[in-house]
Each structure stands twice: as C-alpha cells, then as structure tokens.
C-alpha cells in the first residue's frame, strides 16, 4: 500500500504557496530522504503527508484511498522537540500507552530504563524524551513512518542509537521510512533514495 | 602546535578559569521534604584570550548550564560551588551582573530569551557600547543579511531563522572580551551559520575568547582550538581539534571516541545504555556503566582530572 503525495499544493490562509505541484511516492520497506534548507517546505510536506494539514491543491493518498479519519494514523509524525510533543502533565508512562503497549525488547533495542516510566517529562532530557516519542510512532497500526530532524537536537551517540533501533524496526515491519534532514551526512548513510527541495522545481510557487 | 594560552612563546593568564565547578537544585520531594539535585560536578574548563573552545557532548549533560553558571543567571534554586575567575579574579555574583552584557555576551539557545514587547532593531541598539548605535545596528543587520524594515518588527512577526539571528547580532555588536555562544545556529541557513562561525572566529582573532556551544561537531571542528566533551554534567575530556580525526585513536576518553565514531560520516555506531540521571549518578566513574575498558576501580573512584598528551582527561586507564 503505497503513500502518495499528487500535485499538492499547500498556503497558510492568505499567506503565499510555500508548497507546489509536489508530487512523491513511497512504498512499504523504502526509506526515502527529504532534503532541503530551512524554508524550503520540508516540514510542511511532511504535515501534509501525515494528514496534519489538508493540500490547499492536489491529495495525498494511502492505499489510493484518502487518509482514514478514525484510528491511529497509520502514517505517524515524530518531530524535532520532543518536549513539545508530550502532555508535561502526564508520566511518560501514560503517554506511550495512550497509544499502544510496546514490550520489553522494544523499549530495551531504545535504550530506555523502566524507572523513566514513572516520571514527568521535564525529569529526562530531550535525547531521552525523543526515544519515547519514537516508541508511541511505532505501534502496531503504523505502516510509515516520517522523522522531522528527528534527531537533530541530540549527540551523535544518541543520535546512531535511536536509528539503530528504529531502522532494524522498520525493517522487520516493513516499514516506510521518510527521513527530512538537512544532513545530508545522515541521509546518505541510510535511505535508499534522496528528494532534493533544494533542486526540486519551484516556479509553480506563485503569489496568491 | 602551541598550547592553549601561549602566544609567541609568552604564556598569557587565562580570561576565564572554571575549578572544579558543582551546581545543585533544590526540589520539593514529597511534601515539605528537600532534596538535592546535582547537575553539574566537578567541572573545569579555560579559555583563553584569542581561542575558540567548542563545548561538544551528550544532550541534557549540563552545557548550557555552565554558560548560565558563568553568567550567574541560574534560577534561584540553585546552589552554585567551586571556583569561577574573569581575568584573574573571582566572579561573585555582584561581578556578574556588572559584566553581563558588557564584558561577557551570551548568545541563548532559545529565541523567547528576546524581549517580546521592543521592537528588534531597538534590542539591538540597546546592546551598542561604541560609536553611533543606529550606525552600528544597521550594519550588524546588513551583515546578517536582515532587511532594513526588520527593525521596526517585534520579535512575534519574526520566522525562527530571523530571531535566532537578531540574537547573534545583539551578543555579537558589545564589545565584550568573552562571547558564550549556546547552540547560535540550529534552523539557520547554511550560509548564515558560515557567518555566524566566521563572526565568532573574528572576534576570537582579535584577542577575545570564545565559548562556543553545540552539537555539531563538524562546525566546532571548523572553527575552534580546542573541544571540550560534556558527559553527564562534567568535562570527560579536551582535546585539540586536530584530535578528532581519523579513526578517533588520538582521543583520549572513550566517549570522546565513542561521540567521533558515532557521527553518520564516520561508522556510525552508537553505545548501549544511556547517560546517568542526576541523582542516580554512579559513585565512580561517570561512564563507567558504558565504558568497555571498565574495571573494578572505575566503579569505586571517580577519576580526577588529568593532563594527557597535550590535552586532559578524566579516565583511570586512558593512555
């Protein structure tokens, strides 16, 4: 079951286009980059492809059907601050069940000790806090999954610990992966294929 | 190559000198029970006039922290110990709130830290000590490629990328003799993070000293002397920046090498385990739980740190 962006277009209201005639295609088990400097729209092509926003043109389609309504979103979004990703009035334990019950392997292929379970969010740092938000993208209903500088605030041990874990995941699940970076570092190690935004053709952004 | 502080063979004083730096926080446990929180122990760091040092290291192991430490702006629950000089003499907290923003200039990490009701171009000015402060703003604004009608904006009308520089340039347009510069450049375009770093190096030239931040080890690379590695709130180590080159082997730490290995360029292998929490830190070694060349003292003494091969380590058994 395919996920696939056709000629989208996306404007905040009244703001100009900041995304155009952008068309992607990603199967289960393909990881795909999405490369681009800050502005060029990587983020909100991922919004879009996660059902976050609606395209003001063109459809994103899962399966060739639009996005399910109910349920958990089989295309998840794991974002670049994981502090302002959970409720910081919820243990942590709360949040990760909110969506599914990993077991022991998973939590333990993340390096997560069961003592941060019981704590508040602003008890653990943000490299701690990203394993957990990557974890509550992982349950069972997910089909893909699209890393926003994922791990763009974190040390690079960290960094090569959360996609160890998340890449031998996606791999015995099938997964789809996309990966918007700006390090190109980073996405060469990995993803099969490498969108440019950079290069990608832009003359459809117009002022509406 | 010259050791840190030796300029033409003359051996300078350094501009600021953290010994042996603790901080702790006070939390309410249960009730009106206290506890104390050690975030920060048994850390030193120097700089040097003319030197960029790179603060490098794990995510939450206190290095914004020890830039707020210097800058005597912790919050109010927190204990500071150890000893802190500015050119040569003891920084009491009197002394920081004089030289804050005037001898010392601090670039936060984070774009709240503007003031939310004075508009950018006014921020700025305020920041000038030399010279006609519209003049000097202006051309700060040009450098940073921020148009002329920026400055009539407030910082709520300003895109991340927009404000992070309006910070830069307010820290950076002071005259001020040390720069702590915290993460100046996530969300910036390559182009203006080159500046920023250009900038930062510049200042550093003409004889200032420069703390600069990050996680990015390739700029820190780039653009300083030396690197100091964080590991769950002290210095593992510090080491030259031609250190950190091939397979890692001139590093001194085992987490050093493990940080240089684990860069996506490199092998990009990662260590299992995870940072100690403040306040379940191990009696001895830091990172003795992650360590592969652990032994028995690792776990019963925390090492001291020592000098090694022309940088300074904090490991029992690094050679």
Redesign the interface.
């Known amino acids: 079951m395919p996920l696939k962006a056709l000629e989208v277009g996306f404007h905040y209201y009244n703001g100009p286009w900041v995304v155009s005639n952008f068309s992607f295609m990603i199967n289960p088990g393909q990881i795909i980059g999405l490369y681009g400097p800050s502005g060029s729209g990587k983020s909100t092509i991922a919004r879009l492809l996660a059902g976050f926003e609606k395209p003001r043109a063109g459809q994103v389609l899962l399966d060739g059907k639009p996005m399910p309504v109910k349920g958990n979103n089989p295309v998840q979004l794991v974002l670049q601050h994981p502090e302002k990703a959970v409720n910081p009035r919820w243990q942590l334990e709360q949040t990760i069940y909110e969506g599914w019950r990993p077991n022991a392997e998973i939590m333990d292929s993340f390096g997560i000790s069961n003592k941060w379970l019981k704590r508040w969010p602003n008890e653990l740092s943000s490299g701690e806090l990203q394993r957990f938000c990557v974890i509550r993208a992982l349950g069972p209903e997910t089909r893909y999954l699209i890393a926003d500088e994922m791990t763009t605030m974190l040390d690079a041990v960290t960094q090569a610990q959360i996609w160890e874990a998340v890449l031998r995941i996606a791999a015995r699940r099938n997964l789809g992966l996309i990966v918007v970076s700006h390090e190109m570092s980073l996405l060469n190690r990995f993803c099969h294929e490498i969108v440019n935004l950079d290069s990608y053709d832009r003359s459809g952004l117009v002022y509406n | 190559m010259s050791m840190p502080g030796e300029v033409s063979g003359v051996k300078t004083e350094p501009m600021l000198s953290v010994r042996e730096l603790s901080v702790s926080f006070i939390q309410y446990a249960r009730g009106l029970k206290q506890q104390l929180l050690e975030v920060i122990n048994g850390l030193s760091i120097e700089l040097y006039p003319g030197e960029v040092v790179a603060v490098?290291?794990?995510?939450?192991s206190g290095k914004s922290l020890l830039a707020h430490a210097v800058l005597g702006i912790l919050p109010g629950n927190a204990i500071v110990s150890g000893d802190m000089q500015f050119g040569g003499e003891i920084l009491t907290s009197k002394r920081q709130s004089t030289l804050r923003g005037t001898e010392i200039a601090f670039v936060p990490q984070s774009v709240n830290y503007l003031d939310p009701l004075m508009k950018v171009g006014a921020q700025v000015k305020a920041a000038v000590k030399q010279g006609s402060k519209r003049e000097v703003q202006q051309k700060i604004f040009k450098r940073y490629h921020l148009d002329k009608n920026v400055e009539n904006l407030y910082p709520f009308q300003l895109?991340?990328?927009m404000a992070r520089r309006i910070l830069v340039a307010g820290a950076l347009v002071g005259n001020a003799r040390l720069v702590i510069a915290d993460e100046p450049t996530?969300?910036?375009?390559?182009a203006v993070v080159k500046e920023t770093l250009h900038h930062l190096r510049e200042l550093s030239d003409e004889g200032r000293a420069v703390m600069l931040i990050t996680?990015d080890?390739k700029a820190a690379l780039e653009y300083a002397d030396r690197i100091a590695v964080f590991y769950a709130g002290t210095t593992l180590e510090t080491a030259n920046v031609a250190d950190f080159s091939g397979d890692g082997s001139d590093l001194r730490h085992p987490?050093s090498k493990?940080?240089?290995k684990?860069?996506?360029?490199n092998d990009?292998?990662?260590?299992?385990?995870?940072?100690p929490?403040s306040g379940e830190l191990p009696q001895g070694c830091l990172f003795a739980p992650r360590c592969h060349m652990f032994k028995d003292l690792c776990k019963e003494k925390r090492p001291k740190e020592r000098s090694l091969r022309g940088g300074k380590v904090r490991c029992h058994y690094a050679t």
């Open positions: 490098v290291g794990s995510s939450g895109s991340g990328g996530p969300g910036l375009h390559p996680h080890i987490y493990a940080l240089w684990a860069l996506p360029q990009f292998v990662s260590l299992p385990g995870f940072q929490a």
